[in-house]
Structures are given as structure tokens and as C-alpha cells.
């Protein structure tokens, strides 16, 4: 069974850092490009960033570049997500999840954890 | 960036009924649409990518359809656990987005 948990959320001031986590089992983790996915309170789902398999590609929403870096350790099954200067409008829900698209292309996420909640606030 | 203009924002629907919703691309994305469920607390649920392609394990009562920019899901038979909040993503082009969502409610 494919588990994602993620980790790392919590109270952090404007202009704060925070270390997300996702551990993830039950699958060929070295094998599957990631992603981090958001949904503030009241609001849709944003897609925040993709990863590729071995690391070597990322891509960010507008609203987090330059702010945000996403990693990934092979050797640990275990996506991150930097966050740094953090803003309000960066509180929200973060959700890691396995894209199975696959052939270099992105986009569809067949399994996902349950969240982390990141509060952004003074 | 290629909006998902997503609708109805809700809709309340009876067990046995069929409810659609539909999502308008601003940009051509091909088939290169996924449907998704969300529950409260819950992580969520890929239903349907390429445009109407079931995802294993999912209930046949689940379909999506397209023509042209325009991508329906259909929930035929409603049941009491298909009350969440559903979301179309377009995977055309980065930055992926998402519709604004349906908040669908079971009388």
C-alpha cells in the first residue's frame, strides 16, 4: 500500500522558514517524479511544485519561486519542500504527492498524504 | 498560464441522482485532465485522468468526458460517501492548475 506522510508543519512569523518532509513506502520511490500541492483555508487546490525522478528538474508555481525548493533524497524515500520567506497568504494545508505520469511529462497525482498544516501569522 | 474555469461551485443532488460538472480550459490541453475528490481530513482521490480514464478502484458510477475545451465528470447513482468537494487539474502545460472547485451535498 502507497503511504505518503508528510511532516514539518506549524506556526512560523512572516519572513520565517519551515522544512516540509514526505516520507513515503509502499512503492519504487526512486522511480516516481513528486510534487507539493496546497489548499488554503476556504480556497481550491494550488499546485506549488514538481520534482523529476532523479532530482535534476524542478518546477514552481509563480506565487513560490525564488522562495521555495523542492528536493528529494532517494536513499531515504523522502520529498522536501524548503519554504522560505514565508507570507500569510502562504498558510495552507501541504499535501505531498506521487505523479505516475510518467515519459517526462507531469501532472497527475494517483496518490497523496494527508497534509501538514503551515500557519503563516504574527 | 491556462485557466480551469470550473462549474457549478455547488450543487445538492438525491441518492440515485446524476450530477455533472464541467470544466472550461482558457488554452487547448488535449486530454491532459484529471478529476479529483476531496474529503475533509482526508487526503485526495485521483478519479480520472486523460480526460476519461478511470482510475483503479474507483466506482464505474465515476465517467469524464470531453469536446473541444470543455471536460465533464458525471456521477451517475449518487451515494451518501460521494459528498466532497471535486476539482478538475489541467496537465497541458506548467504551472498545473486546478479548476475552483464543486462542492457537491447529498439531501
Known amino acids: 500500500e502507497v503511504q505518503l506522510v508528510e511532516s514539518g508543519g506549524g506556526l512560523v512569523q512572516p519572513g520565517g522558514s519551515l522544512r516540509l518532509s514526505c516520507e513515503a513506502s509502499g512503492f519504487t520511490f526512486g522511480s516516481s517524479a513528486m510534487a507539493w500541492v496546497r489548499r488554503a483555508p476556504g480556497q481550491g487546490l494550488e499546485w506549488v511544485a514538481s520534482?523529476?525522478?532523479?532530482?535534476?528538474?524542478?518546477y514552481y508555481a509563480d506565487s513560490v519561486w525564488g522562495r521555495f525548493t523542492i528536493s528529494r533524497d532517494n536513499s531515504k524515500s523522502t520529498l522536501y519542500l524548503q519554504m522560505n520567506s514565508l507570507r500569510v497568504e502562504d498558510t495552507a494545508v501541504y499535501f505531498c504527492?506521487?505523479?505516475?505520469?510518467?515519459?517526462?511529462?507531469?501532472?497527475?497525482?494517483?496518490?497523496w498524504g494527508q497534509g501538514t498544516l503551515v500557519s503563516v501569522s504574527s | 498560464d491556462i485557466q480551469m474555469t470550473q462549474s457549478p461551485s455547488s450543487v445538492s443532488a438525491s441518492v440515485g441522482d446524476r450530477v455533472t460538472i464541467t470544466c472550461r480550459a482558457s488554452q487547448r490541453i488535449s486530454g491532459w485532465l484529471a478529476w479529483y475528490q476531496l474529503k475533509p481530513g482526508k487526503a485526495p482521490k485521483l478519479l480520472i485522468y486523460a480526460a476519461s480514464t478511470l482510475q483503479g478502484g474507483v466506482p464505474s458510477r465515476f465517467s469524464g468526458s470531453s469536446s473541444g475545451p470543455d471536460f465533464t465528470l458525471t456521477i451517475s447513482n449518487l451515494q451518501p460517501e460521494d459528498s466532497a468537494t471535486y476539482y478538475c487539474e489541467q496537465a497541458g502545460s506548467f504551472p498545473l492548475t486546478f479548476g475552483q472547485g464543486t462542492r457537491l451535498d447529498i439531501k
Open positions: 520534482l523529476s525522478i532523479n532530482g535534476d528538474k524542478t
Open positions: 504527492a506521487k505523479d505516475f505520469r510518467g515519459g517526462g511529462n507531469y501532472g497527475w497525482f494517483d496518490s
